[in-house]
T-cell receptor, first 109, second 111 residues
Framework: DQQVKQNSPSLSVQEGRISILNCDYT??????FLWYKKYPAEGPTFLIS?????DKNEDGRFTVFLNKSAKHLSLHIVPSQPGDSAVYFC????????FGAGTRLTVKP | DAGVIQSPRHEVTEMGQEVTLRCKPI?????LFWYRQTMMRGLELLIY????????DSGMPEDRFSAKMPNASFSTLKIQPSEPRDSAVYFC?????????FGQGTRLTVV
């Protein structure tokens, strides 16, 4: 039962361009949506979150958009940098925290 | 605070052996989560605790898996007996539902 889905296993963008990572969910009861970044051999680290009562949250180069009617959220990274290359996990929480399968982002110099 | 601490970082064991993974959450956090990361499924929630009480263990794959949280500063995930298909990276995380902090994980290899 995958309540949180990231349908793109990988994404490659050029340095300086926008990276858009997508996530879909099925449970309309989720309260928070989060994005985590993971480097090899490390645990996921929190990046940015959004409450279900908002539709946008911005933090520096990172912006998360939430479309509740479509049960869809996205993470925008502008401008993308080579150091952003990592696996990005989308997560949603209500009584617990569920993760998508992850999207591997590669930012090429 | 040193963050969430997991031990061991790496574990190699033979099939049939008991494996115990350990986690020390960040002090003051109410929630503790155990996840398993595989290539096919990404991060799967196995079980989580709220104030040391197991709330939902529906993600635990089989009865061979068990988890305990005897106090607010320690949790274990045990696999008995272990099987090769249990090989994965196991993460512990603590925090709340708006943010959770992860340990560095335990890479388990069952041969």
């Amino acid at each position: 039962d995958q309540q949180v889905k990231q349908n793109s296993p990988s994404l490659s963008v050029q340095e300086g361009r926008i990276s858009i990572l997508n996530c879909d969910y099925t449970n309309s009861m989720f309260d928070y949506f989060l994005w985590y970044k993971k480097y090899p051999a490390e645990g996921p680290t929190f990046l940015i979150s959004i409450s279900s009562i908002k539709d946008k949250n911005e933090d520096g180069r990172f912006t998360v958009f939430l479309n509740k009617s479509a049960k869809h959220l996205s993470l925008h990274i502008v401008p993308s940098q080579p150091g952003d290359s990592a696996v990005y996990f989308c997560a949603a929480s209500n009584n617990d925290m569920r993760f998508g399968a992850g999207t591997r982002l590669t930012v090429k110099p | 605070d040193a963050g969430v601490i997991q031990s061991p970082r790496h574990e190699v064991t033979e099939m049939g052996q008991e494996v115990t993974l350990r986690c020390k959450p960040i002090s003051g956090h109410d929630y503790l989560f155990w996840y398993r990361q595989t290539m096919m499924r990404g991060l799967e929630l196995l079980i989580y605790f709220n104030n040391n009480v197991p709330i939902d263990d529906s993600g635990m794959p089989e009865d061979r898996f068990s988890a305990k949280m005897p106090n607010a500063s320690f949790s274990t995930l045990k696999i008995q007996p272990s099987e090769p298909r249990d090989s994965a990276v196991y993460f512990c995380a603590s925090g709340g539902l708006a943010e959770a902090f992860f340990g560095q994980g335990t890479r388990l290899t069952v041969v």
